[in-house]
C-alpha cells in the first residue's frame, strides 16, 4: 500500500503529532531516514526489533509524518520504501485553548509526482 500524506483526505490530530514525536523509537526512525529505506534498512540502522519497527513506522505514517511508497522491482519482489514527509511541525494554541498542529510538507518536483503517478498505476495493473 502506498500511503501519501500530500494526497490524504484529512489531517492527523495534534495529540497523534505529539504522540508519535513523544514516542523515542520513533524519532529514532526520524534520524536515521536520511534517505528512502525499507523497513529491513531501517532495523540494521537501527536498534529496534523489527516488529516493534512495524508499530512505529505504522504510527508514523498515520500520524503522515513519513510516507510510505513502493519501490517496483523486476524480479516482482517490490518493497516499500519510507521517507520523511515534513520539513517543520508547529503546535499551536487556538483561541479555544485546544492545541493544533501544521505539518510544513517539501515541496515536490515534477519527477517525483510522475513516479508517484507511475507507482499507483503500477499497483493497480
Same mark, same amino acid.
Not at 526512525?29 to 540502522?45: G, K, V
Not at 526489533?49 to 522491482?73: D, V
Not at 505539518?103 to 519527477?111: C, E, K, Q, V
Given at each position: 500500500?502506498?500511503? @501519501?500524506? +500530500?494526497?490524504?483526505k484529512s489531517d ?9 514525536? @513523544? ?6 526512525? +526520524?534520524?536515521?531516514? @536520511? #534517505?528512502?529505506m !525499507?523497513?529491513? #534498512? %531501517? ?5 529496534i ?10 504510527? %508514523?505514517?498515520?500520524? !503522515?509524518?513519513?510516507? =510510505?511508497? !513502493? =519501490? +517496483?522491482?523486476?524480479?516482482? $519482489? $517490490?518493497?516499500?520504501?519510507y ?6 511541525? !508547529? ?5 479555544? /485553548?485546544?492545541?493544533?498542529?501544521? +505539518? @510544513?510538507?517539501?515541496? /515536490?518536483t515534477?519527477?517525483?509526482? %510522475?513516479a508517484? %503517478? ?8
Amino acid at each position: 500500500m502506498v500511503r @501519501d500524506p +500530500i494526497a490524504s483526505k484529512s489531517d492527523p490530530s495534534a495529540e497523534e503529532i505529539c504522540s508519535a514525536l @513523544d514516542d523515542p523509537d520513533c524519532r529514532e526512525i +526520524i534520524r536515521h531516514l @536520511d #534517505e528512502p529505506m !525499507t523497513a529491513s #534498512e %531501517l532495523t540494521n540502522r537501527c536498534d529496534i526489533p523489527q516488529s516493534t519497527l512495524y508499530r512505529k513506522l505504522e504510527l %508514523l505514517t498515520e500520524s !503522515t509524518l513519513i510516507e =510510505e511508497s !513502493t =519501490e +517496483i522491482r523486476r524480479d516482482g $519482489h $517490490h518493497a516499500s520504501k519510507y521517507s520523511i514527509a515534513f520539513e517543520e511541525v !508547529t503546535i499551536s494554541l487556538d483561541e479555544d /485553548r485546544s492545541l493544533s498542529a501544521t +505539518i @510544513d510538507r517539501p515541496a /515536490r518536483t515534477a519527477d517525483q509526482r %510522475l513516479a508517484d %503517478l507511475w507507482s499507483e498505476v503500477r499497483k493497480e495493473t
